[in-house]
């Protein structure tokens, strides 16, 4: 079984409700990472989080998203205003670095969003 | 992960060599997908086999699935080829491996 916990393993949501996954990343890892799977079977990079810090993240997620790492709690991603286009998998990964292109990353088994 | 045991962890080759990365599965599959992280931190789709091979450029890949492994072999590595790879597998639930970090040298 994964280190990497992700929940809910699937979510269903109407269009325009808010959609939240949570993800506890391996013990010792402070970089989380967010995926979302697209149809050509890749995963895009949306995020990813330095302890409670953000690192990195796309522009649809700035926009659209709203991310957090907190202390002593899950990590979350939320979809402020669900779209069809956002049903997919989305990943959670955690590395020891966040910022080294060689990093190993230990990835959780992914939340399947469906977005009626 | 458990059910994806994937090596080596790291890697480290010279410009014009080749190597192996291995994925064992600890359980049957029914597929096998290949990535490398980019530059922009996404996982790029190298392959996704059901059986047998394929090949694209220097990048074979082998899966076979009453064994419960599959390759990905390198040749001729060149510079850019320097990064993190991922196998993976296809079923209801994915499990990855944890990466192999290659870098090549000159």
């Known amino acids: 079984n994964s280190k990497v916990i992700q929940t809910p393993r699937y979510l269903v949501k109407g269009q325009g409700q808010k959609a939240k996954m949570r993800c506890i990343p391996e013990?010792?890892?402070?970089?989380v990472f967010w995926y979302q799977q697209n149809k050509n079977n890749e995963f895009k990079f949306l995020i990813n989080?330095?302890?409670?810090?953000?690192?990195?993240q796309i522009d649809m997620t700035e926009k659209r998203f709203s991310a957090e790492c907190p202390s002593n709690s899950p990590c979350s991603l939320e979809i402020q205003s669900s779209e069809a286009g956002d049903s997919a998998l989305y990943l959670c990964?955690?590395?020891?670095?966040?910022?080294?292109?060689?990093?190993?990353?230990?990835f959780g088994h992914g939340t399947k969003l469906s977005v009626l | 992960g458990d059910q994806v045991e994937q090596s080596p962890s790291a890697l480290s080759l010279h410009e014009g060599t080749g190597s192996a990365l291995r994925c064992n599965f600890t359980?049957?599959?029914?597929?096998v997908q290949w990535f490398r992280k980019n530059s922009r931190g996404s996982l790029i789709n190298l392959f996704y086999?059901?059986?047998g091979t394929k090949e694209n450029g220097r990048l074979k890949s082998a899966f076979d699935s009453k064994e419960r492994y599959s390759t990905l072999h390198i040749r001729d590595a060149q510079l850019e080829d320097s990064g993190t790879y991922f196998c993976?597998?296809?079923?209801?639930?994915?499990?990855f491996g944890d990466g192999t970090q290659l870098v090549v040298k000159p």
């Open positions: 086999l059901a059986s």
């Open positions: 993976a597998n296809s079923n209801n639930r994915i499990f």
């Open positions: 990964a955690s590395s020891l670095r966040g910022t080294v292109s060689n990093e190993r990353l230990f």
């Open positions: 359980t049957t599959m029914r597929a």
């Open positions: 013990k010792g890892h402070p970089v």
């Open positions: 989080f330095q302890n409670q810090e953000v690192l990195q």
